[in-house]
């Protein structure tokens, strides 16, 4: 990385989904012309990006939160049409209501579906026939889909690249700072420890994890943040189940969801997917404590637990796991909603951090930054 200053329009801070999709909307809707990405791994979206599980909500998740789930509902049709070949549409997806410790029944669950406008009708027997009846009370058919994450990224460096944006891999940025009566100036290091600084009119911290993660003048996010270490298992299969994705319903359950990019599927519980969480500051790097956190997977744990409910999942084969930091909105902790965060750092003008915690969000985003007077 050089030591000269560079200029920009724009820098994005942060490689994965949503920093590539708002550094091409830069370029394509709003014209700026020099735009540089700036990312501290290898390669584009190998984190929160990769490391998730892969599910295109159609709002059937978030029944005690009705914004998230409506906007799901709306941005969804819009994701499948403009990354048609991310999406796998090929398996079929269940929602179950457990009859015990859940926080919402199947009436109830029947009615939000129909408020926000989401597909859902009863299983067939043999579909039922998979569950414990004396544990599931009903099961949906629903249309929730599933995205290739590998297919994602090759989208993001060819879109990128045809947008003209500069691409820096391996740039961790350090500091974020005023210049006076000029642009701002971001700091990053490259692997080999060396320093660069860029100057650039915008930046938008896009960083997931990592937002409140920089020295110099950067006042950090008003909202709070907490930060978990989570578990997702990739798991193969048994012939029964493996051309459905299913989520149990409402409280200390399970999702099963396809993971196209590996041809697995993803095993995530309530109960023993975090494994640990800490509120989010400044001087604690999430990824440091991610590298250093002992990986011991729980997937016996989960299978036992899901197997009481789908017999045939004790049958699942265990492949890895895939352990990230996820960052939630404190704020949205008893609701289980997902609203981004788009924060304008008054103190630092030219400056936005933002936040999505699923993947149909950039919706969202986009729309806060088309009311922005770049």
């Known amino acids: 990385m050089s030591e000269a200053n560079t200029d920009f329009d724009a820098i994005i801070i942060g490689g994965g989904f949503y920093g590539a999709a708002v550094a091409t909307y830069l370029v394509s809707q709003r014209g700026l012309k020099r735009v540089l990405l700036l990312e501290r791994e290898s390669a584009l979206m190998t984190r929160a990006s990769y490391n998730n599980q892969a599910r295109v909500h159609n709002g059937y998740h978030y029944p005690r939160s009705f914004t998230t789930a409506y906007r799901s509902r709306v941005n969804l049709p819009r994701f499948v049409k403009d990354w048609p070949q991310v999406v796998r549409q090929d398996f079929t997806k269940l929602y179950a209501i457990a009859r015990r410790n859940s926080k919402v029944t199947a009436k109830q669950f029947e009615r939000f579906c129909h408020e926000i406008g989401a597909a859902i009708r009863p299983a067939e027997a043999a579909l039922h026939e998979l569950f414990e009846p004396h544990l599931i009370e009903a099961v949906y058919l629903v249309e929730e889909y599933a995205f290739d994450s590998s297919e994602l990224a090759l989208w993001a460096t060819a879109e990128l690249a045809g947008c003209g944006v500069e691409v820096r891999l391996q740039a961790r940025v350090t500091h974020i700072a005023k210049a006076v009566d000029g642009p701002l100036r971001v700091t990053a290091c490259s692997a080999s420890g060396n320093a660069a600084v860029m100057t650039s009119r915008y930046v938008f911290n896009c960083t997931y994890s990592g ?3 920089f ?3 950067f006042p950090g996010t008003r909202m709070g ?3 978990e270490i989570t578990e997702m298992a990739l798991m193969q299969m048994p012939p029964e189940l493996e051309g459905l994705g299913v989520t149990v319903m409402d409280g200390p359950f399970f999702s099963m969801m396809p993971f196209p990019s590996r041809g697995l599927h993803t095993l995530s519980h309530v109960r023993y ?3 640990t969480h800490w509120n989010d500051q400044r001087g ?3 990824y440091q404590r991610l590298n250093s956190y002992e990986k011991s997977t729980r ?5 036992r637990d899901v197997g009481r409910y789908m017999p045939a999942a004790l049958n699942a084969g265990y492949v890895e796991s895939l352990f990230e930091v996820k960052t939630v909105l404190v704020k949205n ?3 289980d909603g997902r609203p981004i965060l788009f924060e304008r750092h008054e103190a630092l003008p030219g400056c936005f951090s933002i936040l999505g915690g699923k993947i149909d969000n950039i919706y969202d985003v986009l729309e806060k930054l088309d009311a922005e007077a770049l």
């Open 211 to 213: 937002l409140n993660q």
């Open 215 to 217: 020295a110099g003048d």
């Open 225 to 227: 943040l907490k930060q």
């Open 273 to 275: 997917t975090p494994h």
């Open 284 to 286: 604690i790097d999430p």
């Open 299 to 303: 997937v016996d744990r989960m299978i």
């Open 333 to 335: 902790e008893g609701d």
